[in-house]
């Protein structure tokens, strides 16, 4: 079967605050479902790495990078009866100048282990400015398997072109 991608929401507040809350979003039973949060603060270090809640599910940090006042979190998802309801970010004590989150469901993945980890096999990060690889995956196990990715900027101007054979869905 092969990976089918869902936008479920996306968005930003610039409210300077320790938490963010999602649109409401009805994730489906037994899809691997990933959020991409992002945190900027102004005055240095963006706050504690955040954490997600929200729909009944269990988020787990897939992976964390930290640039000059902007910090990214993946989190990934899966339940067998999901809530409708919002997710939020929380930072902890720091207070960020803004945040920003993506969230998609992904079907024909591999439901098992717990919480999405058989659907994530691995990852990898990076950072930079230029147009070379930021990260390097090892290669796939199937031609089933499928890419994700999630790239933050500092200016709302930027734009982020999909490279050959990639869809953009937020």
């Known amino acids: 079967m092969a990976v089918a991608a869902t936008g479920l929401t996306s968005g930003n507040s610039i409210t300077d605050a320790t938490s963010y809350a999602t649109a409401s979003i009805t994730p489906s039973a037994n899809v691997l479902v990933l959020a991409a949060f992002r945190t900027f603060r102004a005055a240095g ?5 955040a954490t997600a809640s ?5 988020w787990v ?11 990214q979190t993946i989190f990934r998802a899966m339940g067998a009866s999901p809530s409708a309801g919002a997710v939020t970010f929380a930072t902890g004590v720091e207070t960020n100048d803004a945040g920003s989150w993506s969230i998609i469901e ?4 591999d439901t098992g282990g717990t919480n999405g980890s058989a659907a994530v096999v691995q990852s990898a990060t990076g950072t930079g400015t230029s147009t070379t690889p930021l990260a390097t995956l090892a290669a796939f196990g199937s031609a089933n398997n499928a890419t994700y990715g999630s790239i933050g900027s500092y200016n709302a101007t930027d734009h982020t072109t999909p490279g050959t054979g990639f869809t953009e869905v937020h």
Do not use: E, H, Q, Y
């Open 45 to 49: 270090n963006p706050g504690d790495i």
């Open 54 to 58: 929200g729909n009944g599910l269990t």
């Open 106 to 109: 992904f079907s024909g993945v």
């Open 61 to 71: 940090k897939v992976a964390t990078v930290s640039l000059a006042g902007a910090r």
